[in-house]
């Protein structure tokens, strides 16, 4: 994929680029500023479905780094946009928080803990066994299966702990049924983050830490990468994927420059020595 074409729009994940767990990277308010700056239409994505674009708008400013509510989708808010496209009317059982429930409440769906027609599940601090087992019986009976995200782990201070991924493989193991997931890396997730932002793909870059839902979902959505290695994959790691992204820098700090510019100078491609 070349690099000569203009840049007009930019995506960019959160957490691994922005942020580590509620610490801002080097560079982060600096990039997020100079795309106001030059107003430069722009999307903030994660695939973390427990909180609403509010709080997260909330948490990064405690960071330093100032991204309005707006410019923030979350896989809970692409889901309940799958959902309202897919489904409008139907009635949902959700495992998850409020930055899933409310999305789904937003689009007008009603839950039911009886017989739903969809089994939602998305990320939460206390799965519960009895939630989960209801999910299962939903699914047999016939309930349709969706996923915010596959990621199979979450962060926290005291490391990894089981994700929407791992809940969903354990349901999915128990029913035969797999879920539809929305969030990345399915390009579907970048394809509804475009039309927020009325950006083409053509002229629009995507930043990312992890070459497994990052860069593969803006190389599959036709949109230049750009891998930082401030979070999950490091330089040695990039060789061991079927895919490269399109340019490597040490960390968002070196991405600045380039906000104010319509096509970056060559060559882009940066080493973390």
Known sequence: ??????????LTDMDGVLVHEETALPGAAEFIAALEQFSRPYIVLTNNSIFTARDLRARLLRSGIDVPEHRIWTSALATAE??????EGSTVY???EAGLTSAIHEKGFIMNDRDPDYVVLGETRTYSFEAIAKAIRFIEQGARF????????GPSSDGSLPATG???????TATGRL????????PLMMRTALNRIEAHSETTVMV???????????LEAGLRTILVLTGSTQESDIQTFPYRPSRVLPSIAQAVELVGRFTPPEPLELSAD
């Open 146 to 153: 969706v996923a915010t995200n596959p990621d199979p782990t």
């Open 1 to 10: 994929m070349t690099w000569d074409r203009p840049i007009t729009c930019w």
């Open 208 to 218: 990312g830490d992890r070459m497994d839902t990052d860069i593969i979902s803006g």
């Open 82 to 87: 799958f959902l309202a496209d897919q489904a």
């Open 94 to 96: 959700v495992i998850g």
């Open 179 to 186: 879920p539809y997931f929305v969030g990345k890396p399915n």
């Open 166 to 172: 791992a809940v969903a493989a354990l349901i999915s």
